[in-house]
């Protein structure tokens, strides 16, 4: 199927050209360089190919602040089908495949689940050949790369780029320029290749790169001025060099919506360009044309930016434009928490680009008249304004202009129906749907974990599978199979063995891949609460101080996860943690039973190691909380139970693979409701000597914060009742006991290792639902209308 002389020759002049180099005297990072620029160059005919093929059609954008796309080298061959191909030939040329693919720095282009939903859903577009393009920004330092200095986290940059990206291309005559009130930046596009598996298309993932017009004043350089000389070259970079600049102060929220205006504007700039070259130069039938997808309300200003350029640069009427710009976008929510509904004052919009600010002002007036014309009553009207007082609601401008709204999963879409935009969806009942989440198998199991994607291929004859994620149901015909059963558990210690020596060299802590592999990994919010799983913890180090000789199975716990620089109680959690971890792992006296280790720098890639080795995932955010998670299915598709709440995509997982192969516990939705304004922590903390015990230990000195009052901060958000705080605002009290249960019988359950391998195959056999190739069908299908085109 390949050409082995061609593939070798190209490897080796690519060594030549880009680093003058022969291969023996090439380092890992040039032979890494020189196999990547190979791929790209023997992908690139069919990569053009797409393009090509796409002309003319109705296509899908996708426009997002985030995209976390982790590492290509490998999941790019295992999608082009060259994995086997290319091991082969660095192992005739003595070069080890897996040190290159560590190499390769992690892509630092988004933060959690949004980024990483984005990332699948890009490739399994591809896979499908659907005609989708991805918009997004090319940001130099990530959103921060994490170390722990005493337990605290320590931000740096992640300069992911910093030895250059050979899986981009600079498209430098497809540049756009982007106006601000204050100055005019050129946004560089770096076309990506987004491979699918099975099939020859290429689609692309265009993200934009901030740069000055011109980046160097010698007048100024050559008067002494050295730092004004660079002015306009910094100002223009920091557009793209952090993800979510932090926003404590006004200049921080300035530069979060001028680089949220930098990549929309060049992004809907570019979709224009591009229609109006197939159509003679002309705009007209636009809408027939061109979906835009808006992935949460961070490129939402993009609408408004839309009709910007319809009126001003195309002459098109107003009203038109709002009835063309009606049925080309659709908004995907990704959230009920309201600080995430992003909201600015109508001075920072005006400073950032005064016309947009006209242009939402006349929206708001449309939705207005419109409203009122429909007989809508003004408090009602006031709910759904676009523009209240002196704020500009995102979310808002993002519904009204939109054919389509989407939750994405079936909890969190009922939430919005019935309580966030309860009045939206009273008169807009249609525009509502569900489109719950879902991941790639291809990067989260053949890639992962080859020995279980092996495994499968073998019990069901063929790997079809990776196109067909409901073709595991199959594997249900094992369930009492003792020999699978135990192939499943040796698989899964194998993968635990793998990530307990990545641990030993890259934490410097030993595990026992015997004990229970309890992982919680995701981003840092009070609302997924990690403090919950921290208790648990202090809880069972107690009753070990108290008896030594207790009856418990050895437990590992493994934390990842990054806090926002500007969100000091996800912090201060971290601390607890890492503290918990420093007390713990050095008491002798609980003989092993215990350990606790937060990874540094958690990312894809490492979660990539990490899920295939977990014994049980936690998913324990306050019910109604958490829109829907893609680290739940994860952990599923990798063969792992749930211990977790009734939220989110975790309803549906039970359903999928039955209740009595997880572990569910804590309130639901309803009774959260129906107590949450006579709520009363004080009474659990008082009422539960065990629970008081537990929470007294942020203030005993057992855990240090070096005076930074961060422990305080956590016990007072817990217990502290007044006119300005709801104490224990994410319920951990409430369901701290019920939590403790059900980890009792998770230690219970573990302990007859053949039903414990059961419920892993039942949760495995039944992933299928929660493949990013189904829920991408159902976007193409339900909301853009668009065909499939094979090349």
Not at 319 to 344: G, P
Not at 416 to 424: H, I, S
Not at 584 to 604: A, C, P, Q, T
Not at 708 to 728: A, P
Request: charged share 30%.
């Amino acid at each position: 199927m390949f050409d082995k002389k061609l593939f070798l020759d190209t490897f080796k002049i690519s060594l030549r050209i880009k680093f003058g180099k022969e291969l023996s005297e090439a380092s890992d990072y040039e032979k890494y360089y020189a196999l990547a620029y190979t791929i790209m160059s023997l992908l690139s005919h069919d990569w053009k190919k797409t393009s090509d093929e796409y002309k003319g059609k109705k296509m899908a954008y996708y426009i997002s602040a985030e995209f976390l796309i982790g590492r290509s080298l490998g999941n790019n061959l295992i999608n082009l089908a060259m994995y086997d191909f290319v091991k082969e030939i660095l192992d005739e040329l003595d070069i080890d495949i897996n040190c290159l693919e560590e190499i390769e720095e992690d892509a630092a282009l988004g933060n959690g689940g949004l980024g990483r939903l984005a990332a699948c859903f890009m490739e399994s577009a591809a896979t499908l050949n659907l005609p989708v393009m991805g918009y997004g920004a090319r940001y130099s330092e990530g959103i921060l790369k994490q170390r722990f200095i005493d337990g605290f986290q320590f931000e740096e940059g992640d300069n992911w780029l910093k030895n250059g990206d050979p899986w981009s291309l600079r498209k430098e005559s497809e540049a756009q320029l982007v106006e601000f009130r204050d100055m005019t930046v050129k946004a560089v596009p770096y076309d990506m290749p987004m491979m699918g598996y099975d099939t020859l298309n290429i689609n692309t993932l265009r993200l934009w790169q901030a740069e000055a017009i011109c980046d160097f004043d010698f007048q100024r350089f050559n008067n002494f001025e050295y730092d004004k000389s660079l002015e306009s070259k910094n100002r223009a970079e920091d557009l793209t060099r952090v993800l979510y600049p932090n926003d404590e102060q006004r200049v921080g929220k300035v530069l979060r919506l001028k680089q949220q205006y930098f990549f929309s504007s060049a992004s809907i700039k570019d979709i224009i360009v591009r229609y109006k070259i197939q159509n003679n130069d002309n705009i007209e039938g636009i809408e027939d044309y061109v979906r835009i997808q808006l992935n949460d309300t961070h490129p939402v200003i993009a609408i408004s930016e839309f009709i910007r350029i319809l009126v001003d640069k195309e002459e098109c009427d107003f009203n038109k434009a709002l009835a063309i710009t009606r049925k080309i976008f659709s908004y995907t929510n990704h959230t009920i928490l309201q600080e995430a509904l992003e909201c600015w004052s109508i001075d920072i919009v005006d400073e950032v680009n005064p016309r947009n600010l006209e242009i939402i002002r006349l929206i708001n007036d449309a939705l207005i008249a419109e409203f009122r014309w429909r007989g809508i009553n003004e408090t009602k009207i006031d709910q759904m304004k676009i523009i209240d007082g002196n704020i500009v609601k995102m979310a808002n401008l993002g519904i009204y202009m939109s054919h389509t709204i989407n939750g994405v999963a079936k909890l969190h879409t009922e939430i919005l129906k019935n309580e966030v935009l309860a009045t939206w969806n009273d008169y807009f009942p249609e525009k509502f749907q569900n489109k719950t989440n879902g991941i790639t198998p291809r990067r989260w199991l053949k890639l992962s974990n080859p020995e279980l994607s092996d495994f499968i291929t073998e019990l069901n004859g063929n790997d079809e599978w990776l196109k067909d994620l409901t073709q595991l149901k199959k594997l249900e015909q094992y369930k009492d199979d003792k020999q699978v059963l135990e192939k499943l558990n040796d698989i899964k210690l194998q993968k635990k063995i793998q990530l307990a020596e990545y641990l030993r060299k890259h934490e410097d802590i030993i595990v026992n891949p015997e004990s229970i592999f309890d992982v919680q990994v995701k981003r840092i919010h009070e609302y997924k609460r990690q403090l919950l799983n921290a208790f648990h913890i202090v809880y069972l180090y107690f009753k070990l101080k108290e008896n030594p000789n207790l009856d418990i199975l050895p437990r590992t716990f493994i934390f990842g996860g990054k806090a926002a620089p500007g969100y000091f109680r996800a912090k201060a959690i971290i601390k607890y943690i890492n503290e918990i971890a420093r007390v713990v792992n050095n008491d002798l006296s609980i003989k092993g039973k215990l350990k606790v280790i937060f990874v540094e720098n958690y990312r894809v890639s490492y979660g990539e190691k990490i899920f295939p080795a977990a014994d049980i995932s936690e998913q324990i955010s306050t019910a109604g909380k958490e829109a829907s998670g893609t680290g739940n299915m994860k952990f599923m598709l990798n063969a792992t139970p749930t211990i977790g709440t009734f939220d989110g995509a975790n309803i549906e997982i039970v359903k999928e693979a039955g209740i009595e192969n997880n572990f569910i516990f804590g309130a639901t939705v309803e009774e959260l409701r129906a107590i949450k304004n006579t709520y009363q922590p004080v009474e659990f903390y008082l009422s539960d000597p065990e629970l008081r015990q537990v929470v007294d230990s942020l203030m005993s000195g057992l855990f240090k914060d070096n005076d930074t009052f961060m422990l305080l901060g956590i016990y007072n958000s817990l217990l502290k009742t007044d006119q300005y705080n709801e104490g224990d605002n994410y319920f951990v009290l409430k369901d701290f006991k019920s939590y403790v249960e059900a980890q009792k019988t998770v230690d219970a359950a573990f302990r007859n290792r053949t039903e414990w391998a059961k419920k892993c195959l039942m949760n495995l056999a039944n992933a299928g639902a929660f493949s990013s190739d189904r829920t991408i069908k159902e976007y193409a299908e339900d909301i853009w209308g668009i065909e499939s085109y094979k090349i």
